[in-house]
């Protein structure tokens, strides 16, 4: 089983990890969190607040059950990752669901143009990817201005008590009950309480959200903080993120120019990394499309799947970054629910 370093994270790895995990991917969730990966599920699909006819992009989307929560609601959705196995697990679990479309893309080079989606999210992906910051402005840059970004990802506990109780549970028993269940899947669990320990906690994380340029910037933990639910707003009028504005002003874009790192992940990636197979959507190779991959009907999936949810709530208020967006609030906006 492939244990990917949690400092660097190579693409290469992370994706080989769950293609080796991919097959009994869910049932491991549903397991190792006790039942409320689904509880958590059910509000991160509120706090996308997914409407018939909206194209959805759900970003590192695995076997598709993220998707299948957004498409029961009518959405287009467009489920992408870079595991092939995930992607192959996916699609034949929801074979015949016309509203989901998996495509191959990186997370931190979307194959899509601008303003192609009227949401983006990410739920438990952020952490694998080698670089969340560009991932999350690369899920800015793809959703129309207005449109909100939704990140569900692991975090800190509020309390130390808790915070205690779940380190030694990740650490210890996570990994061998893993191992019973898939005798491969130790490795990849051990490497995921890794990747959860050294995961910013939430205030950080929503600083991380402002940078990418996304405002009103709000969290909401879930079940006492072991998950949190970060979202924000694409500005009506689209500022560049701070990394952008930084350079030297005859090297910063416009920001609805596309820029040169954002060229399709399909015409970027490594031979090695994924290899062509025939499910690979049309999407994924006409990058130049204006319109998602979801408008292009790949190799489809059907049936919704369950998702529930529940969740503690607890929210605090974040400082504004130096580079505050023009037209953005003055302040974090906190929700209780997660969704405006
Ligand atoms: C823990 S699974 C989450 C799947 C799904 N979103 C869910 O909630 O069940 C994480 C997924 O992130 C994908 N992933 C990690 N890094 C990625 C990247 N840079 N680009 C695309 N997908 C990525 C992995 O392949 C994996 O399928």
Same mark, same amino acid.
């Given at each position: 089983?492939?244990?990917?370093?949690?400092?660097?994270?190579?693409?290469?790895?992370?994706? +080989?990890?769950? &293609? /080796?995990?991919?097959?009994?991917?869910?049932? @491991?969730?549903?397991?190792? #969190? *006790?039942?409320?990966?689904?509880?958590?599920?059910?509000?991160?699909?509120?706090?996308?607040?997914?409407?018939?006819?909206?194209?959805?992009?759900?970003?590192?989307?695995?076997?598709?059950?993220?998707?299948?929560?957004?498409?029961?609601?009518?959405?287009?959705?467009?489920?992408?990752?870079? =595991?092939?196995?995930?992607?192959?697990?996916?699609?034949?679990?929801?074979?015949?669901?016309?509203?989901? &479309?998996?495509?191959?893309?990186?997370?931190?080079?979307? %194959?899509? /143009? &601008?303003?192609?989606?009227?949401? +983006?999210?990410?739920?438990?992906?952020?952490?694998?990817? =080698?670089? %969340?910051?560009?991932?999350?402005?690369?899920?800015?840059?793809?959703?129309?201005?207005?449109?909100?970004?939704? *990140?569900?990802?692991?975090?800190?506990?509020?309390?130390?008590?808790?915070?205690?109780?779940?380190?030694?549970?990740?650490?210890?028993? @996570?990994?061998?009950? +893993?191992?019973?269940?898939?005798?491969?899947?130790?490795?990849?669990?051990?490497?995921?309480? /890794? #990747?959860?320990?050294?995961?910013?906690?939430?205030?950080? $994380?929503?600083?991380? $959200?402002?940078?990418?340029?996304?405002?009103?910037?709000?969290?909401?933990?879930?079940?006492?903080?072991?998950?949190? @639910?970060?979202?924000?707003?694409?500005?009506?009028?689209?500022?560049?993120? *701070?990394?952008?504005?930084?350079?030297?002003? &005859?090297?910063?874009?416009?920001?609805?120019?596309?820029?040169?790192?954002?060229?399709?992940?399909?015409?970027?990636?490594?031979?090695?990394?994924?290899?062509?197979?025939? #499910?690979?959507? !049309?999407?994924?190779?006409?990058?130049? +499309?204006?319109?998602?991959?979801?408008?292009?009907?790949?190799?489809?999936?059907?049936?919704?799947?369950?998702?529930?949810?529940? !969740? !503690?709530?607890?929210?605090?208020?974040?400082?504004?970054?130096?580079?505050?967006?023009?037209?953005?609030? %003055?302040?974090? /906006?906190?929700?209780?629910?997660?969704?405006?």
């Amino acid at each position: 089983m492939t244990r990917p370093d949690t400092t660097t994270k190579h693409a290469t790895d992370v994706s +080989a990890m769950f &293609d /080796e995990v991919s097959p009994k991917y869910d049932l @491991l969730n549903d397991v190792l #969190s *006790v039942g409320n990966s689904r509880l958590w599920r059910l509000a991160t699909t509120r706090a996308i607040a997914p409407r018939k006819g909206m194209r959805i992009l759900d970003i590192a989307a695995g076997t598709g059950t993220s998707s299948a929560a957004l498409a029961a609601h009518g959405a287009h959705v467009t489920a992408a990752d870079f =595991s092939e196995g995930m992607l192959a697990e996916g699609r034949r679990r929801h074979a015949g669901n016309d509203l989901i &479309d998996f495509v191959w893309a990186d997370a931190t080079q979307l %194959p899509f /143009e &601008d303003d192609s989606f009227d949401a +983006a999210t990410i739920s438990y992906g952020l952490r694998n990817v =080698s670089e %969340p910051k560009r991932a999350l402005a690369e899920m800015a840059r793809v959703v129309k201005p207005g449109g909100r970004v939704v *990140v569900a990802e692991f975090s800190r506990p509020t309390s130390d008590a808790v915070n205690w109780a779940y380190t030694k549970y990740n650490r210890h028993v @996570l990994p061998r009950v +893993a191992g019973v269940i898939n005798r491969d899947a130790a490795e990849a669990y051990k490497y995921l309480n /890794e #990747s959860i320990e050294s995961w910013p906690a939430q205030a950080e $994380l929503a600083a991380w $959200l402002r940078e990418a340029g996304l405002e009103r910037v709000a969290y909401r933990n879930l079940t006492l903080g072991i998950v949190a @639910l970060h979202r924000g707003f694409v500005p009506r009028a689209k500022p560049q993120p *701070v990394a952008e504005a930084a350079r030297p002003a &005859d090297e910063t874009k416009p920001a609805t120019k596309k820029p040169a790192a954002k060229k399709p992940a399909a015409a970027k990636k490594p031979a090695a990394q994924k290899p062509a197979t025939e #499910s690979k959507p !049309a999407a994924a190779k006409k990058p130049t +499309a204006k319109k998602p991959a979801a408008a292009k009907k790949p190799a489809a999936a059907k049936k919704p799947a369950a998702s529930a949810d529940t !969740a !503690a709530k607890s929210a605090e208020q974040q400082k504004q970054p130096k580079q505050q967006p023009k037209g953005a609030t %003055p302040k974090t /906006e906190t929700n209780e629910r997660g969704t405006e």
